[in-house]
């Protein structure tokens, strides 16, 4: 046996495109197995079938559960009595008998799989109900809360999803591809033919129209999770000079407790409930009430009445807790008016934050951004100014990476974002492996190639070991850091720098310079705005984790001459050096 194996690791050394071409027969083997038994033909759901849970068990419908997601429609023959249901009930509507499902299931195939799987995962969440087609304005939404946008993948289910898990009690979709979730609707209820766009992700399915929205009810797994648990604690804060107009809308409750008062607020349509004692009071972040200045949290430290173990603040000093609502004062976008007389670039290097500083200064202008590229994905969430032409003059600003003197020089002027390499390079890094929010696998930190377990051995016998990604990545990258930066320093029109950490530290100051260099007007009011919903959807949860340093003695030794070259290029214009916590690591 051990001759016959090295008889064959011989034969493939010998000829590694034999190798090759035996690995590519062996993946498209793998591949047509694996779409024969995705579209094979399954026998008609019969009346015993319609209800899977009963017919197969939990372990059958788990399976179907996850073909349900995938969507598999082949096969599926539109008739007038069933596009009426699917059209008007999302993947959470469940009928008082489940009769509404089981007139779907006739279809036979793989869509009779899919099928059946959702049937069970509806069974088991019973979270959404249709309510009809409304109205909805831009200047006024019907539903006030968060809102996300995918102009390519949206679903019903996707939106539905996304609203519940924040604990909102309706899910809007709209112009098929955008989500609105609200606490209550607050708009007219018009006609079914009036909703009549294609959800983007899923044919067959209306996810409303132009200015109108498909609602659904969500019933949620536990009430209490749209009230307390999901606002978010802003800290202890003074008494405003005149509350009435700081927080508008008060109620006494002597039975005080942080939910009561959230639960209320949120009721209200409004961001802010602080928390006085026994008053609760409601409002927006306004110059009368920055949220700026913390105090010391014992100031607030008073029991709530109703809450042995929460602090409810006092007369004096107000606890202050951010709702789920949204606010709505810094969401609306739009092209600017007439065309711009000067270009104005918004300059970083790869991973240094420019789509972060995009929704900052789109929700802080009012008008959309462009970029130097075509980012397909970054236009299907919602930049708008992604596919028009840089040049175009319709947009407030342009992100670019580039760092060549020409490309430079097209700008009149520039905001020029910089970031700790470290982070900047751990995050293109992950960009580039992972999307735009998503992480770089394991095995390209390692190095370690995709290849199945079985041919392994076989491979690392052929082929020497490779370098790995990352390494390679650090050594091109890392002096593009510090040239990126000393180009625009010294090519640059007018170029305003801003570092990306003074830029989460304070926000409203850094994000005030950006907008003044943009010749727009700073309205304080909405730079608060912008304050409560800074994240948006292009934030990654904190770089993952890894269980070791990438960073290798010599990648630090190098980068920390790199940070030198910037830091003394940066003090030589009489600005501010790179901040101390880039040093060293």
């Given at each position: 046996?051990?001759?016959l194996w090295?008889?064959?690791?011989?034969?493939?050394?010998?000829?590694?495109?034999?190798?090759?071409?035996?690995?590519?027969?062996?993946?498209?083997?793998?591949?047509?197995?694996?779409?024969?038994?995705?579209?094979?033909?399954?026998?008609?759901?019969?009346?015993?079938?319609?209800?899977?849970?009963?017919a197969g068990g939990?372990?059958?419908?788990?399976?179907l559960?996850?073909?349900?997601?995938?969507?598999?429609?082949?096969?599926?023959?539109?008739?007038?009595?069933?596009?009426?249901?699917?059209r008007?009930?999302?993947?959470?509507?469940?009928?008082?008998?489940?009769?509404?499902?089981?007139?779907?299931?006739?279809?036979?195939?793989?869509?009779?799989?899919?099928?059946?799987?959702?049937?069970?995962?509806e069974?088991?969440?019973?979270r959404?109900?249709?309510i009809?087609?409304?109205?909805?304005?831009?200047?006024?939404?019907?539903?006030?809360?968060?809102?996300?946008?995918?102009?390519?993948?949206?679903t019903?289910?996707?939106?539905?999803?996304?609203?519940?898990?924040?604990?909102?009690?309706?899910?809007?979709?709209?112009?098929?591809?955008?989500c609105?979730?609200?606490?209550?609707?607050?708009?007219?209820?018009?006609?079914e033919?009036?909703?009549?766009?294609?959800?983007?992700?899923?044919r067959?399915?209306?996810?409303?129209?132009?200015?109108?929205?498909?609602?659904?009810?969500?019933q949620?797994?536990?009430?209490?999770?749209?009230?307390?648990?999901?606002?978010?604690?802003r800290?202890?804060?003074?008494?405003?000079?005149?509350?009435?107009?700081?927080?508008?809308?008060?109620?006494?409750?002597?039975?005080?407790?942080?939910?009561?008062?959230?639960?209320?607020?949120?009721?209200?349509?409004?961001?802010l409930?602080?928390?006085?004692?026994?008053?609760?009071?409601?409002?927006?972040?306004?110059?009368?009430?920055?949220?700026?200045?913390?105090?010391?949290?014992?100031?607030?430290?008073?029991?709530?009445?109703?809450?042995?173990?929460e602090?409810?603040?006092?007369?004096?000093?107000?606890?202050?807790?951010?709702?789920q609502?949204?606010?709505?004062?810094?969401?609306?976008?739009?092209?600017?008016?007439?065309?711009?007389?000067?270009l104005?670039?918004?300059?970083?290097?790869?991973?240094?934050?420019n789509?972060?500083?995009?929704?900052?200064?789109?929700l802080?202008?009012?008008?959309?951004?462009?970029?130097?590229?075509?980012?397909?994905?970054?236009?299907n969430?919602?930049?708008?100014?992604?596919?028009?032409?840089?040049?175009?003059?319709?947009?407030?600003?342009?992100?670019?990476?580039?760092?060549?003197?020409?490309?430079?020089?097209?700008?009149?002027?520039?905001i020029?974002?910089?970031?700790?390499?470290?982070?900047?390079?751990?995050?293109?890094?992950?960009?580039?492996?992972?999307?735009?929010?998503?992480?770089?696998?394991?095995?390209?930190?390692?190095?370690?190639?995709a290849?199945?377990?079985?041919l392994?051995?076989?491979?690392?016998?052929?082929?020497?070991?490779s370098?790995?990604?990352?390494?390679?990545?650090?050594?091109?990258?890392a002096?593009?850091?510090?040239?990126?930066?000393?180009?625009?320093?010294k090519?640059?029109?007018?170029?305003?720098?801003?570092?990306?950490?003074?830029?989460?530290?304070?926000?409203?100051?850094q994000?005030?310079r950006?907008?003044?260099l943009?010749?727009?007007?700073?309205?304080?009011?909405?730079?608060?705005?912008?304050?409560?919903?800074?994240?948006?959807?292009?934030k990654?949860?904190?770089?993952?984790?890894?269980?070791?340093?990438?960073?290798?003695?010599?990648?630090?030794?190098?980068?920390?001459?790199?940070?030198?070259?910037?830091?003394?290029a940066?003090?030589?214009?009489?600005?501010?050096?790179?901040?101390?916590?880039?040093?060293?690591?």
């Open positions: 046996m051990a001759k090295f008889k064959f690791q011989r034969y493939f050394r010998r000829k590694p495109v034999r190798f090759f071409t035996f690995l590519a027969l062996y993946l498209t083997a793998g591949s047509l197995v694996f779409l024969h038994s995705g579209f094979v033909g399954q026998p008609a759901v019969s009346g015993n079938q319609a209800n899977p849970a009963a939990p372990a059958e419908g788990a399976e559960s996850f073909l349900g997601d995938m969507h598999l429609g082949r096969g599926f023959r539109d008739t007038g009595e069933a596009s009426s249901i699917a008007r009930y999302g993947p959470w509507f469940k009928g008082k008998d489940g009769n509404e499902r089981a007139k779907l299931g006739d279809y036979g195939g793989a869509w009779s799989r899919a099928l059946k799987g959702r049937v069970v995962r069974k088991e969440e019973e959404a109900k249709y009809g087609c409304y109205l909805d304005d831009t200047q006024s939404r019907a539903l006030r809360g968060v809102s996300f946008f995918d102009y390519k993948k949206m019903i289910f996707r939106c539905q999803d996304n609203c519940a898990e924040r604990g909102y009690l309706y899910a809007g979709l709209e112009f098929g591809a955008e609105y979730c609200g606490h209550k609707i607050q708009a007219t209820n018009v006609s033919a009036e909703c009549d766009m294609e959800c983007k992700g899923e067959g399915s209306v996810c409303g129209g132009a200015n109108r929205l498909s609602v659904y009810r969500l949620l797994a536990q009430e209490s999770a749209r009230r307390y648990g999901s606002a978010v604690f800290g202890c804060f003074r008494r405003p000079d005149n509350l009435s107009l700081a927080l508008p809308v008060t109620a006494a409750m002597l039975n005080m407790s942080v939910d009561k008062c959230v639960d209320f607020c949120t009721e209200k349509e409004y961001p409930a602080a928390l006085a004692g026994t008053a609760c009071h409601c409002g927006f972040p306004t110059t009368r009430f920055p949220l700026h200045d913390r105090e010391d949290e014992q100031l607030c430290a008073q029991k709530c009445s109703a809450e042995e173990f602090s409810c603040g006092t007369p004096s000093y107000f606890i202050v807790y951010q709702t609502v949204q606010d709505n004062r810094c969401m609306d976008r739009r092209f600017l008016p007439g065309k711009s007389k000067q104005i670039a918004l300059a970083s290097f790869p991973g240094a934050g789509t972060w500083a995009r929704h900052l200064i789109e802080a202008t009012g008008f959309y951004t462009g970029s130097y590229y075509f980012d397909g994905s970054l236009y969430k919602g930049f708008k100014g992604e596919r028009d032409h840089w040049r175009s003059g319709r947009t407030i600003c342009i992100k670019t990476h580039e760092s060549g003197q020409k490309e430079i020089e097209a700008f009149d002027a520039a020029l974002l910089i970031r700790n390499p470290y982070k900047a390079l751990m995050a293109e890094f992950n960009r580039k492996y992972g999307g735009h929010i998503g992480f770089a696998a394991h095995a390209h930190w390692k190095g370690k190639g290849i199945p377990g079985s392994q051995i076989l491979f690392r016998s052929i082929c020497t070991a370098v790995g990604e990352w390494p390679e990545f650090v050594r091109n990258y002096p593009w850091w510090a040239t990126h930066t000393l180009d625009w320093l090519f640059g029109k007018k170029v305003l720098v801003v570092h990306f950490e003074d830029l989460k530290q304070d926000l409203f100051v994000l005030g950006m907008v003044s943009l010749g727009v007007a700073v309205r304080e009011d909405r730079l608060l705005c912008v304050e409560s919903q800074k994240d948006g959807n292009f990654r949860s904190g770089l993952r984790k890894l269980e070791y340093d990438p960073y290798t003695a010599d990648m630090q030794k190098t980068i920390s001459a790199y940070i030198k070259m910037v830091d003394a940066l003090k030589g214009r009489n600005l501010t050096g790179v901040p101390d916590d880039y040093y060293p690591r």
